[in-house]
Each structure stands twice: as structure tokens, then as C-alpha cells.
């Protein structure tokens, strides 16, 4: 069956730091991967996405998330976080056919000054 | 402001009632989704509709129903509430609801039964 998990339940950065939110994945075939922002209040909102091509793929915001088939992974990076930042990301994954998206448990970011 | 409008914004019920949440997609989009947002569950895909059809169906209970009319915009229906109903439910749109399409999500409804 497929799944994702998000080991971190939530991270504390400092500002300025760098950042990696883990993403682990699993499904048969070559997965459409996502990572959505949820501010508090508000909808998700799409940072990124990967289907094919190119393992590296840069989003909004200055994200980047890379795909590793091997380790079933899709971590989700920053160089240089802002407190605006502070957020819940979730990871998901796009199973075939219909389009049934189904999202990890979400890494909640605090990020301290 | 992600174009996705659902009404009304909080909603407080009690068990046993009917409620009906109601979400207009971004100009252009013909395809929505619903989605369940709780603390135990997380957040579940519910149904998705493709211009007025259903397309997806996910973890959605026989109590919950839902359509997507003419103009496009889409309703869920959840009746005989309980108390495990209470959860954020966003609703998103996309343009034609494939695999590789963007969603846009809504602010949510927040539902509390009592």
C-alpha cells in the first residue's frame, strides 16, 4: 500500500540556518511527489513538486527537494531559514490513475530568532 | 489569497445533524477535491470531481455525499454527524485534475459537533 511518512514531528531551526524536512515514501511505481506549506489558519499551499527529469527541483520560497529512487526519499531543503518559515510542511505522494493524494503526517517548523 | 473560496468559515452542530459545506474552484479550474483535516487522522483525501463527475474516491465515509454542479462549484453533504466529525475540511481545485496538476487549496471549514 502506498504511504509517506514525515519522521520529524516537528523541527526547531535557528534563523539563518539551514534546514531538511525527511520525507520517505512508499509505492510500486514512479511516484508524483509534493511538498505543501500549511501557515496556521490558512490552506496548503503547493512549494513544489516532482514527476520526472530532473532529481533536484526548486520551489517557491527559495525550497528545494531532492528525489532519491533508492532511499524512497524526497527531503525537502532550505539554505538560510526565515522566521516567516515557521509553518507545517507536509510531504505527499500522488498514487496512479485518479488522482488519489495521499499526505504524510506533516514536520511542524519553529524557527527561534 | 489562492482563489479557492469555501463558506461558511466555522461551523458548531450537534450530533446527529446535517451540514452542508460549500466550495467555489479558482476561475478555469474543473476538477475539486475534498480533503479531511484532523488531529487523529491527519489529513485524508475524501473525493475528488472532474467537471459535474466523480473522478476519485477516497476515505470518505456513507454518511458524507458530495457533488459538483453545473457552474462548477461543490458541495459536501455530512449528515448523521458525530462527534469524530469535527475536523477542518478544505476542499482545493485544479485545472484538470490529473496527476500532475497543481492544487489549490481552499482556508478550510471548521466543523465542531457537539
Known amino acids: 500500500a502506498q504511504s509517506v511518512t514525515q519522521p520529524d514531528i516537528h523541527i526547531t531551526v535557528s534563523e539563518g540556518a539551514s534546514l531538511e524536512l525527511r520525507c520517505n515514501y512508499s509505492?510500486?511505481?514512479?511516484?508524483?511527489l509534493f511538498w505543501y506549506v500549511q501557515s496556521p489558519g490558512q490552506g496548503l499551499q503547493l512549494l513544489l513538486k516532482y514527476f520526472s527529469g530532473d532529481t533536484l527541483v526548486q520551489g517557491i520560497k527559495g525550497f528545494e527537494a531532492e528525489f532519491k529512487r533508492s532511499q524512497s526519499s524526497f527531503n525537502l531543503r532550505k539554505p538560510s531559514v526565515h522566521w516567516s518559515d515557521a509553518a507545517e510542511y507536509f510531504c505527499a505522494v500522488g498514487t496512479g490513475g485518479g488522482f488519489k493524494t495521499i499526505f504524510g503526517a506533516g514536520t511542524r517548523l519553529f524557527v527561534k530568532a | 489569497d489562492s482563489g479557492v473560496t469555501q463558506t461558511p468559515k466555522h461551523l458548531i452542530t450537534a450530533t446527529g445533524q446535517r451540514v452542508t459545506l460549500r466550495c467555489s474552484p479558482r476561475?478555469?479550474?474543473?476538477?475539486v477535491y475534498w480533503y479531511q483535516q484532523s488531529l487523529d487522522q491527519g489529513l485524508q483525501f475524501l473525493i475528488q470531481y472532474y467537471n459535474g463527475e466523480e473522478r476519485a474516491k477516497g476515505n470518505i465515509l456513507e454518511r458524507f455525499s458530495a457533488q459538483q454542479f453545473p457552474d462548477l462549484h461543490s458541495e459536501l453533504n455530512l449528515s448523521s454527524l458525530e462527534l469524530g466529525d469535527s475536523a477542518l475540511y478544505f476542499c482545493a481545485s485544479s485545472v484538470s485534475g490529473t496527476n500532475t496538476d497543481t492544487q489549490y487549496f481552499g482556508p478550510g471549514t471548521r466543523l465542531t459537533v457537539l
Open positions: 509505492y510500486g511505481a514512479t511516484p508524483y
Open positions: 476561475s478555469g479550474d474543473l476538477s
